[in-house]
């Protein structure tokens, strides 16, 4: 568990740092990482998932993890308050990065269909779907992200539609 937290806590550090105009464009080299069970070649932040709220959570969970860096022997796996936090942060890291952390040794459900979709307008009369679907299997999972700046009036933004069953 602390390797994992060592990861999380710097990959948590690469993206504040980057929010504050360092780090350039340097990807973050994922395959030297021996915690994550399928590193990609590189972790490459999305800046376009630097929003302002989520700058805030990673400031606050920062605050707090910062206690647990400077003290190792506080990483206990029966600490659910750390336990919490980790977990939000690896959310908000999958997101930013645009990809699933998965560690050597755990179980985790398989990650299914990502679907991010963003839309500035949809006019009156236009649809944007982020996905529409015949059928889906038990097995199926799908996490969306949708975001939309404005509909218009009599215009419609679906996250997900499906005809027939799900699960």
Do not use: C, W
């Amino acid at each position: 568990m602390p390797q994992i937290f060592a990861f999380l806590f710097g990959r948590l550090g690469a993206v504040l740092d980057r929010r504050g105009g360092n780090d350039a464009d340097a990807p973050i080299d994922s395959t030297a990482s021996p915690v994550l069970a399928e590193p990609s070649a590189s972790l490459r932040i999305r800046d376009e998932e630097l929003t302002e709220e989520r700058i805030r959570r990673l400031e606050t969970v920062a605050r707090e993890l910062a206690v647990y860096h400077r003290n190792p022997a506080l990483i206990r796996a029966d600490d659910e308050h750390l336990l919490h936090a980790m977990s939000e942060l690896r959310d908000d890291l999958e997101t930013v990065y645009g990809q699933s952390l998965s560690f050597v040794g755990e179980r985790r459900s398989a990650p299914g269909v990502r679907v991010r979709q963003s839309v500035d307008e949809v006019e009156a009369d236009g649809v944007a779907r982020a996905v529409k679907v015949g059928r889906v299997t038990a097995e199926a999972s799908a996490d969306i992200d949708q975001r939309s700046k404005v509909v218009r009036q009599g215009g419609e933004l679906t996250a997900l539609e499906i005809d027939g069953t799900l699960g």
